[in-house]
């Protein structure tokens, strides 16, 4: 098993490039099964889930190549819609398949994702919704068998609660339905208006009509179609936490400043320094750091995918702090290895009440999942001394050339086998 090892305490200076959204990438994968045409799709991160997305959708027949930093999709051959547990359980957003497939042959086999340590995952939206469209559904062994008799027809959906892969299997699921499809109380994460953007490209008929409702028409094939990536705000959100934490002076290049607007007034409020351009965001941090208190929300709300990173800040903080996690049952997984640092983090139900005043000390840790695992190295990054992150296989996850991009702005951190 991999592990970092990190010393910390050291002012991170210089420039940081931010890779290709994973969250804007799965989507976008699975939407290219609707095609019969080349799809062309530029800056993918290199992160684990979408090597594992590319290798679901060779399993149901995709002809995959890459050449240099692009990605050619051919589906015109695409012709299985089983989703296979093993391929599924690893990354949740296997489920992405099942709308494009019941859309593309009227139905699909897939299997349900299985929950993770931030929570039970469930995919009920998705299935009612998908219901509403004409689908008929049964759970069996674990997996979703879905048809859709008379095809997809198009219909007014008002999603019960704001869910993001719901928003996306729906919104991909109704490129193809018999019809006009209304759908309302969407998500609307930078990422789905990517995703919406490349469907159009595709030569499908979408249009947000409010701010949380998008109509659809469905259209019988669709065209060839190239797309570029938008960038990871969550990788860019980590980083900007750690020029704050080690009060650093880092330049983060390859972004949409006002995308990460709440981002930015929190962390300002906080007290970093951060000035931005077209696409650079300038961040440096200061000494003192203020406290704030934190409730986790749908876009454009604070996003619960930077929630462990700025808890690590908070913990510098000068006051106590509050976090209520408002979006998962069980996200805080980076508390108790935060408190073996150091910290002084109490839970209580989904709010964490953080001491503030911590000085970091390094230890050996052990990750649990995605963004709790880049929070270790965020506080490691503000330890004296040595620490040892082990099970870093959740972090390949999603974050490109992690320490690779730490080293060029002057951690000293390296992996061992
Ligand atoms: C997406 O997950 C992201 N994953 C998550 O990022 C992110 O944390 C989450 O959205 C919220 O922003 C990808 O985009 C691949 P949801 P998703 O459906 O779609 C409940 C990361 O670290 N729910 O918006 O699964 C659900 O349990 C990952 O990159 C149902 O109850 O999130 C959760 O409590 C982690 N029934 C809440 O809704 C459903 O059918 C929001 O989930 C679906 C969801």
Redesign the pocket.
């Given at each position: 098993m991999q592990k970092l090892e990190v010393f910390g305490a050291i002012r991170l200076k210089g420039q940081i490039n931010i890779s290709g959204s994973?969250?804007a990438s799965?989507?976008i994968l699975a939407a290219t099964l609707l095609s019969k045409k080349k799809v062309f799709l530029n800056n993918l991160p290199k992160v684990k889930d979408i090597e594992t997305m590319i290798n679901l959708l060779k399993s149901l027949g995709s002809m995959i190549k890459f050449n240099k930093r692009k990605l050619i999709i051919d589906n015109s051959k695409q012709n299985k819609n089983f989703a296979s547990y093993n391929l599924v359980k690893t990354m949740?957003?296997g489920i992405l398949v099942l709308g494009p497939l019941l859309a593309k042959f009227g139905y699909a086999k897939v299997s349900l994702p299985g929950g993770c340590s931030?929570?039970?995952?469930?995919?009920?939206?998705?299935?009612k919704a998908l219901s509403k469209l004409g689908v008929k559904y049964k759970i069996i062994q674990g997996y979703v068998h879905a048809f859709a008799p008379k095809g997809l027809i198009g219909s007014k959906i008002n999603f019960p609660?704001?869910?993001?892969?719901?928003t996306?299997n729906l919104i991909i699921a109704s490129t193809l339905a018999k019809g006009t499809t209304i759908l309302s109380n969407c998500?609307i994460?930078p990422?789905i208006k990517d995703l919406v953007n490349f469907l159009i490209k595709m030569g499908c008929n979408l249009k947000w009509i409010s701010k949380r409702t998008i109509q659809i028409i469905g259209i019988n094939q669709s065209k060839e179609a190239i797309h570029s990536i938008m960038f990871d705000r969550?990788e860019a959100g980590t980083y900007l936490v750690a020029a704050a934490i080690t009060e650093g002076n880092l330049k983060i290049k390859n972004v949409i400043p006002y995308i990460l607007q709440t981002e930015i007034n929190v962390l300002r409020k906080i007290g970093a320094k951060i000035t931005t351009k077209k696409n650079e965001i300038k961040i440096v941090g200061n000494k003192k750091i203020k406290n704030i208190n934190i409730k986790t929300a749908?876009y454009p709300g604070f996003?619960?995918?930077l929630q462990a990173q700025i808890m690590v800040l908070l913990c510098k903080a000068n006051k106590k702090s509050l976090i209520r996690e408002d979006?998962?049952?069980n996200r805080f997984m980076h508390v108790a290895e935060l408190n073996r640092m150091g910290a002084k983090i109490s839970i209580s139900g989904n709010k964490a009440l953080i001491n503030g005043n911590t000085k970091f000390e390094a230890a050996e840790l052990m990750a649990t999942?995605?963004?709790a695992s880049v929070s270790l190295v965020l506080a490691a990054l503000a330890a004296k001394g040595k620490s040892q992150i082990n099970r870093i296989y959740h972090l390949d996850r999603?974050y490109e050339s992690l320490e690779k991009k730490l080293k060029k702005v002057g951690a000293r951190i390296r992996r061992l086998n």
């Open positions: 994973k969250n799965l989507p949740r957003a931030i929570g039970t995952r469930p995919v009920d939206i998705h299935l609660k704001i869910s993001v892969g719901a996306e998500a994460e990422e969550i749908p996003p619960t995918d979006i998962f049952e999942d995605l963004r999603g």
